[in-house]
């Protein structure tokens, strides 16, 4: 089966541009996650779907910041516009709770740079 | 939220050699994840373990819910254990990670 599918994989912009990053989840999983990586918070969560509907983006830093799931196979996250701040490592996850069992899986993440 | 302490920070290991890794929690969970993450950055699941104990090969855990803590043992380390291991503790769907242990294995 194929995993959590990302792209791009990497993405260099300029400040001011509009970024969008891309998420298939694994096919049959509800649930859809975004993190971001950063040497100085870690791995935080930012915002996650259940049955294509935002369930919670407490984690959402700022207004610039916006995600969307039109379908069970896709998820965007968009921002606009970029500063250098928002460099980081972005993160797709999913899981499937069919099972009962909640267990995430990780997309290889897209590495943003923004100069 | 949750707090998640992963001790100790950086491990250094020579190729062969046993080692526990920790994660405290501060809080009741619904579930625990380890995770490693490679060289090249990307987050391969190791255990899902809300409680008990697991192995898979060289690598096991062990999760004691109700005194909030778990462990990752890895036995006879090889040069690809090297990396990042990361402990994540779930509540409501959300999944709230430690700072990692940052694991270097020596040939």
């Known amino acids: 089966d194929a995993g959590v599918i990302q792209s791009p994989r990497h993405e260099v912009t300029e400040m001011g541009q509009e970024v969008t990053l891309r998420c298939k989840p694994i096919?049959?999983?509800?649930?859809l996650f975004w993190y971001r990586q950063t040497m100085m918070r870690g791995l935080e969560l930012l915002i996650y779907?259940?049955?294509?509907?935002?369930?919670?983006d407490s984690g959402m830093p700022e207004d610039r910041f916006s995600a969307k799931m039109p379908n069970a196979s896709f998820s965007t996250l968009k921002i606009q516009p970029s500063e250098p701040r928002d460099s980081a490592v972005y993160f797709c996850a999913s899981s499937g709770t069919g099972t009962g069992i909640n267990e995430q899986f990780f997309g290889p993440g897209t590495r943003l740079t923004v100069l | 939220g949750i707090q998640v302490e992963q001790s100790p920070p950086d491990l250094i290991l020579q190729e062969g050699a046993n080692s526990t890794l920790r994660c405290n929690f501060s809080?009741?969970?619904?579930?625990l994840q380890w995770f490693h993450q490679n060289p090249w950055g990307q987050l391969i699941n190791l255990f899902y373990i809300p409680s008990g104990t697991k192995q898979n090969g060289r690598l096991s855990a062990t999760t004691v819910a109700t005194e909030r803590y778990s462990l990752l043992y890895i036995s006879s380390s090889q040069t690809t254990d090297s990396g990042v291991y990361f402990c994540?503790?779930?509540?409501?769907?959300?999944?709230?990670f430690g700072a990692g242990t940052t694991v270097t294995v020596r040939a």
């Open positions: 096919s049959g999983h509800d649930y």
């Open positions: 779907f259940n049955n294509n509907v935002p369930i919670d």
């Open positions: 994540a503790v779930c509540n409501d769907y959300k999944l709230s």
């Open positions: 809080d009741s969970v619904n579930n």
